[in-house]
């Protein structure tokens, strides 16, 4: 990173200046660890306050259950990263959730499909829905908010059509379908393998993939993006008609999961999901965040419902502390970017107070910052100057810029 | 210099061009327009083609329907104005009702409770204009964190019992109507409020700040406008309007549960995004706002006396905000393809 910094501009070659650059970089790069790294000790504390009051917490068979609650969770929550990197939002994946679950139980019901065949449908059913929602904010540009929420009552819509009432019962499901859903293959339940699996490739996909990394540019700045020549319409499409392709599969799973379903199937369901994917360290406005993550925040949103039971708290605290929780992590996360922010700024106006002419040095580290995740975070914070300090010294209009071409 | 050519009506869409060229013709094609003609339309369909729609003991229940939501409408479109969100409104609604529930219980007189809801519901509004505009933070993300808390607190709160037995003096008082007129007492106090509401909008110095931070809120600060106040006060307000919904909705219903108006944040936004306001913030009239909360509670209404689920009306709700945005992107795409076609031939005569 300091070998590109200096070869872009070779007058940022005084040492103390770049190494106060790199520092500020590092500064980014931690930044997007610590999220992970936080909820990962966030999780350690619950589970070990919880074992305190009952060792039984972080038993196999309750540790099980934690992971096959948070499973569809996650898998939603990783289909929500997707779209939420890109400066959208999916609030439909509820209800396409509940009408693949619908469709699927109906087919066991009145069909008799082979299970292979359930789980295609579920899955095509979830990338039509994708799709409508794709079209709509990809080729006729309508904001994501408005679009998926128009569609999740569409969706759920259709799915009170169809079911006209009914309920399908696990009586009608085939037996080695429902086993899917409690089952575990070398001690680790299946539905949570499957999560897994899909948690890692999209992980990698995000990280390593041309489109993946695609995303984070087209949440950072879509208009730079576009300019950049990044298909942003298209990205912004297959990462629709994937989330919902992951929800009409979460569907499926959960219809194995619990055997008996309606047409309110996981009603209210997308606020948790974006509450876990916030709470995971997803900026909501695009541009930072990892797959990880948010399946971290799905994990800790479910082990703190069940440590509520094992806690004997009432249940009825769950959804206020998911709400506190959540505002809590965007209120950490706005604080350390405005830390980070000022970081940035303190080494910039630095560089540029010793010597003049080196004013773009410090845009031409931050770009180069822009492979840690965090650098979309940090971007955004100065889009608020409002709230940053009246910057009294004269190189501050210098900083300004650098933070310009930095978004 | 060349933007200095260009007609205004270029860079604004349908409804604001409705303002540039007052011929009645043009303001029938802006979207206010259109959807007071789409809302005679249903009100015509419906009197003639659905029975029980034009007595007037149905047509006081159906505005007891939309009171509500005609209420939370008020303010949230003063907030998509400029430029923010608020979808914790239904949210601060139930836990303004769950604490109604929890003061009766404890032997509070109404008089006394009526202000403490209040009070409460705009507390909850100003932890959401804190956290947006002391903290900075996003009002989308504050407001489905709050969703959550606020509703969570409903349960803390009361837990899932209901509270019933309010006096009857006040329970009946939402469904008396103005001497044989089919107008109950809460769109009286819909109506007072939605001329005040509009007066600030559409007639105020304050009003018109409101489009100019929705526009663009960088530039409305350096011309002076205190933009953190306003939107602060805003989403206090917005929490006040919750707490007054939420005693018409738990006297109307007799019933202070947990779960009041569950899921209504989301039918409001609907019928304020379809009222014509911009998600993007500095565009929209109040008045299309309430002809929208009318059509809803016309189509839910006519519905549900034709014998359609209620639930299929998630279909009609969702299907009409969609089209509603689609439709003014549809109408801007066709004119200016138009203006595209007008300008070439032009070019092409000259040359």
């Known amino acids: 990173m300091s070998q590109r910094a200096s070869t872009i501009a070779p007058g940022a070659g005084k040492p103390d200046t770049v190494a106060k650059q790199r520092s500020a970089a590092a500064l980014l790069g931690r930044l997007a660890r610590a999220r992970e790294l936080g909820l990962l000790v966030a999780l350690f504390l619950l589970f070990g306050a919880t074992a305190l009051v009952n060792p039984k917490f972080i038993g196999v068979q309750s540790l099980k259950d934690i992971l096959l609650n948070t499973a569809i969770v996650g898998l939603l929550a990783v289909g929500q990263t997707l779209v939420v990197v890109t400066r959208n939002i999916d609030l439909s994946v509820g209800s396409v959730l509940g009408l693949s679950a619908f469709v699927t139980g109906l087919l066991f019901a009145d069909h008799d499909i082979p299970i292979a065949v359930a789980f295609v449908v579920g899955i095509v059913i979830g990338a039509v829905c994708g799709v409508i929602n794709g079209v709509l904010v990809a080729v006729c540009r309508i904001p994501a908010l408005v679009v998926t929420l128009g569609t999740m009552y569409l969706f759920r819509g259709a799915d009170y059509w169809l079911a006209e009432g009914r309920q399908i019962n696990a009586a009608d499901m085939p037996s080695a379908f429902l086993k899917l859903g409690s089952g575990s293959i070398v001690g680790i339940p299946t539905l949570v393998l499957i999560a897994l699996v899909l948690l890692g490739v999209a992980a990698w996909g995000m990280r390593n993939l041309r489109s993946g990394r695609e995303l984070y540019a087209i949440g950072s700045n879509p208009d730079a993006a576009r300019l950049a020549g990044i298909p942003v319409g298209r990205r912004l499409f297959v990462a629709f008609v994937l989330t919902g392709a992951l929800s009409g599969l979460a569907g499926v799973l959960w219809a194995a999961r619990f055997g008996t379903i309606d047409a309110t199937a996981a009603t209210g369901f997308e606020l948790n999901v974006v509450a876990a994917v916030v709470v995971g360290g997803v900026a909501i406005f695009g541009g930072s965040g990892t797959v990880v993550g948010a399946a971290l925040g799905a994990l800790l949103l479910s082990t703190i419902g069940s440590a509520l039971v094992v806690l004997k708290v009432e249940a009825l605290w769950e959804r206020a502390i998911d709400g506190a929780l959540l505002l809590l992590a965007i209120t950490l996360d706005r604080l350390l970017a405005l830390r980070a922010e000022r970081a940035l700024r303190a080494s910039a106006s630095r560089g540029a107070t010793t010597v003049p002419t080196d004013a773009p040095a410090p845009t031409a580290a931050a770009p180069a910052t822009a492979t840690t995740p965090a650098e979309g975070s940090a971007a955004h914070a100065p889009a608020d100057a409002a709230a940053a300090p009246p910057g009294g010294d004269p190189a501050a209009p210098i900083s300004n810029a650098s933070k310009g071409s930095a978004r | ?154 349960y803390v709160l009361l837990g899932d019992k209901a509270v019933a037995d309010f006096p009857v003096s006040y329970t009946t008082w939402p469904s008396k109507t103005i001497g044989d007129l089919p107008i109950p007492y809460p769109t009286i106090l819909v109506v007072v409020l939605a001329i005040i509401v509009g007066i600030v909008l559409h007639a105020t110095p304050v009003g018109r700040s409101l489009y100019a931070i929705g526009s663009n809120s960088e530039a409305a600060r350096f011309a002076g406008i205190r933009v953190k106040r306003i939107t602060f006060w805003l989403f206090v307000a917005s929490g006040a309007f919750a707490g007054l919904a939420a005693i018409i909705y738990t006297l109307r219903f007799s019933s202070a549960r947990a779960d009041n108006a569950n899921g209504l944040e989301l039918t409001v936004v609907a019928a304020v995004l379809l009222g014509g306001v911009s998600i993007f913030g500095g565009r929209g009239t109040l008045p299309g706002v309430l002809v929208a909360v009318l059509l809803v509670g016309v189509l839910r209404n006519a519905l549900i006396l034709d014998d359609v689920s209620p639930e299929t009306l998630m279909l009609v709700t969702g299907g009409l905000l969609i089209i509603s945005v689609l439709a003014p992107n549809a109408v801007t795409w066709g004119r200016e393809r138009w203006r595209l076609r007008r300008l070439a031939q032009k070019a092409a005569s000259t040359s």
């Open chain 2, 1 to 154: 210099m060349s933007t200095t050519v260009l007609p205004p009506k270029e860079t604004s869409g349908p409804q604001a061009s409705s303002f540039a060229e007052h011929s009645p013709l043009r303001r029938l094609l802006s979207w206010e327009g259109a959807i007071t003609a789409l809302l005679i339309f249903a009100v015509l369909v419906a009197s003639f083609g659905v029975e029980g729609f034009a007595d007037s003991f149905n047509l006081a229940n159906a505005q007891l329907d939309i009171v509500e939501i005609a209420i939370l409408s008020l303010t949230l479109t003063l907030l998509v104005v400029i430029g923010e969100i608020d979808l914790s409104i239904a949210s601060n609604l139930g836990m303004c009702s769950a604490l109604m529930g929890v003061l009766w219980n404890s032997g509070l007189s109404i008089e006394t409770i009526i202000p403490i809801t209040i009070l409460v519901g705009a507390l909850g509004g100003a932890l959401n204009g804190f956290l947006v505009t002391v903290v900075g933070l996003p009002s989308l993300a504050v407001t489905i964190g709050t969703l959550a808390l606020y509703r969570g607190m409903a």
